[in-house]
């Protein structure tokens, strides 16, 4: 098995990784997914994707963030493992990648949001990395 990360810098990488992405973001739309990622990486949205033998079994998508509580860190957005490739610690490889990199760059925390129904993500952040569980997240739809 040949396994390497790199950056999904154009469009035909970023379509590549949709039907990664899907599965975690089951309402969007090709062109949805597209005309977001545009607009996300003018606010500097990365995304990285784990190749097994040359085909995507995970895709990571995060930027910077600075505000009072978290300083200067990386947070994620978006952390998905293609359903048929899902325990074999592919995750894992890419959320340590990220960790590597936010701190050789200078973030001080990694963070991320995960939705109240997800509760073996919870537990894979909680129990494998020792992310704290330290605040709730709100919206109000407009």
């Not at 607009?39 to 963030?65: C, H, P, T």
């Not at 293609?82 to 936010?102: M, Q, V």
């Not at 001080?108 to 952040?125: I, K, T």
Request: glycine share 4%; charged share 30%.
């Amino acid at each position: 098995m040949q396994e390497n990360i790199q950056e999904l810098t154009n469009k035909e990488q970023w379509l590549e990784g949709f039907p990664v992405m899907k599965q975690l973001r089951t309402e969007l739309t090709e062109d949805t997914y597209l005309e977001l990622f545009k607009e996300m990486k003018k606010d500097g949205y990365m995304m990285y994707a784990l190749y097994e033998n040359n085909q995507i079994v995970s895709l990571a998508g995060f930027s910077w963030r600075t505000n009072f509580y978290s300083k200067r860190h990386i947070f994620i957005y978006d952390l998905v493992t293609d359903h048929a490739h899902r325990s074999f610690g592919y995750g894992e490889k890419l959320l340590n990648f990220i960790h590597t990199w936010a701190k050789e760059n200078g973030a001080e925390y990694v963070a991320l949001e995960s939705g109240v129904q997800r509760e073996n993500a919870h537990r894979f952040y909680e129990d494998k990395f020792d992310y704290e569980k330290w605040c709730y997240s709100f919206r109000k739809s407009l």
